[in-house]
Each structure stands twice: as C-alpha cells, then as structure tokens.
C-alpha cells in the first residue's frame, strides 16, 4: 500500500480496525499453490500480516525468498512477532518507492490487497511499480477484487476499488504479456464470483 492515498494504514492497525484481514492466506492463492509453487525471490506488496507471505513460504520452502512489504510499521511489528515458516522477511516500505536493493531482483510478485487498496488514479503508478521490481520474465500472480460494492462501499468511495478485465487489460499491456486469467473457484465469504486470478509476465 501507499502513502499516496488518503487512508492511513498505520492508525488502522494501532487501532485493530482491519476488516480486510480474515486471518488467513486468500483462498484462492491456497488453491493456486497446490497446483503451482512459484520459486525465488517473491514479493508480497500491502501484505499486511502476513498470511500470505507465509503462506508462499511455507510452499516453496528453500527454494523461496519471501518479502512482505508494508507502509504500517505496526503491521511489520506484528507479522515479526509470528513464527516463521521458511525464509519470509517483513520489509517496512513503499511499493512506489522500493530501494535500490528490491529493484529488478524479484522473480514473482504475488498481488492481493494492494490494487483495490490505492487510488485508482494511482494505477498505472502500480504497473510501472511492478514492472520496476520484477526481474525481466517475471511474474505477476493476482487476484483482482472486480465488484466490491455493497451496500456500505459503493464506487468511488473506496477502498476497496473495482476494475474491470477490460481495464487490467488497458494497464498492464505495455510491460507485461498476458499468460493466463481465470476466476476462482475459492474465495472467502462475500467475494464468489466477485474475482478475478492472473498471471502477467513483464517483458
């Protein structure tokens, strides 16, 4: 996540108010990693707590370098306090803004909360971001939140914010190549058929 946006994650987290946390890694990467374990360097941007970083690293084991980046040092705080499961690291940081050293060293990205988390207006600002960190032939692995509009979030009132096929399609098609989209068949409660899985490659 950002410090671009106008929510202030860190006082979320001081504060315990973070519903987008369910306690667990995304369904839908669970179901991914038993058919697929992505190897290397991975970065997990907005990850949180951590679910998913752990979740990533407990699958590729050795062979797996795991980086969970945050801008909430309270949220980095509390993924440290929990017991490692491989080689995952917790980075306090800028995804807009990586340093030099994260720069074109990742072979995967895995993208979940950080999308929807920003600004819409800040979008072509991620792509550019990603293209940055990955390596050349590296991935994008993504759940995209299309619809997260109820009755207490509508659009343009986010986070979260929705996006389109169409729209990803539009973003990402200068750096990266598109290798596969599918909707998945796991989610958690709320979100079925509400998202969308893909994998980009840059080039």
């Not at 062979?63 to 995952?88: C, F, Q, S, W, Y």
């Not at 990742?106 to 991620?126: Q, S």
Request: some cysteine.
């Amino acid at each position: 996540m950002t410090k671009k946006t106008s929510t202030d994650w860190e006082q979320h987290y001081q504060e315990e108010n973070t519903p987008w946390d369910k306690g667990q890694a995304a369904p839908g990467l669970t179901a991914f990693l038993k058919k697929q374990t992505p190897q290397g360097r991975i970065l997990v941007p907005g990850c949180g707590l951590g679910h998913d970083v752990r979740e990533l690293s407990a699958a590729g084991g050795d062979d797996a370098e795991v980086i969970g980046l945050d801008l909430a040092p309270t949220a980095m705080a509390r993924a440290n306090e929990i017991i490692k499961v491989g080689r995952e690291q917790f980075v306090t940081g800028d995804f807009f803004d990586l340093p030099d050293d994260l720069r074109g060293s990742f072979d995967w990205i895995w993208e979940h909360t950080c999308f929807c988390a920003i600004d819409p207006d800040l979008r072509k600002k991620y792509v550019q971001a990603s293209a940055d960190a990955l390596k050349i032939d590296g991935k994008l692995l993504a759940v995209f939140y299309l619809d997260p509009y109820d009755e207490e979030h509508t659009p343009g009132e986010g986070p979260p914010h929705g996006c389109s096929l169409e729209e990803l399609a539009e973003l990402f098609r200068h750096q990266f190549n598109f290798i596969e989209h599918w909707q998945p068949d796991h989610a958690y409660p709320g979100r079925e058929n509400k998202e969308l899985m893909m994998i980009l490659q840059k080039r």
